[in-house]
């Protein structure tokens, strides 16, 4: 059972910063239960969830345009986990950050969410 946990959020000021953490377990290393892909994706109110950023077990990066230069999505194998330092943060990013891992199976798994909330 692979299980998902997540830190982070929090309330910050226009302008200031978060590193939200999400640390998966239950998956294996090496064969069709490890991690392909880790990624984060948010909900605000009344809207549609959205892409925020992933990456790759090869290394690649992808990210919603209105994050790109002010996020950085990393992984660390080792221990299962993926970060996103978020930075420049705008009122608009508040939302309910949720981390996905998507096993090389095929299967993906969310995690509970967390809450980020920017104020101005």
């Known amino acids: 059972q692979v299980q998902l946990v997540e830190s982070g959020g929090g309330l910050v000021q226009a302008g200031g910063s978060l590193r939200l953490s999400c640390a998966a377990s239950?998956?294996?290393?090496?064969?069709?239960?490890?991690?392909?892909?880790m990624g984060w994706y948010r909900q605000a109110p009344g809207k549609q969830r959205e892409l925020v950023a992933t990456?790759?077990?090869?290394?690649?990066?992808n990210y919603a345009d209105s994050v790109k230069g002010r996020f950085t999505i990393s992984r660390d194998d080792a221990k299962n986990t993926v970060y996103l330092q978020m930075n420049s943060l705008k009122p608009e990013d508040t939302a309910v950050y949720y981390c996905?891992?998507?096993?090389?199976?095929?299967?993906?798994?969310w995690g509970q969410g967390t809450q980020v909330t920017v104020s101005s």
């Open positions: 990456t790759t077990s090869g290394g690649a990066t």
């Open positions: 239950g998956t294996a290393s090496r064969s069709i239960f490890s991690i392909k892909t």
């Open positions: 996905t891992v998507l096993l090389y199976l095929g299967f993906d798994y």
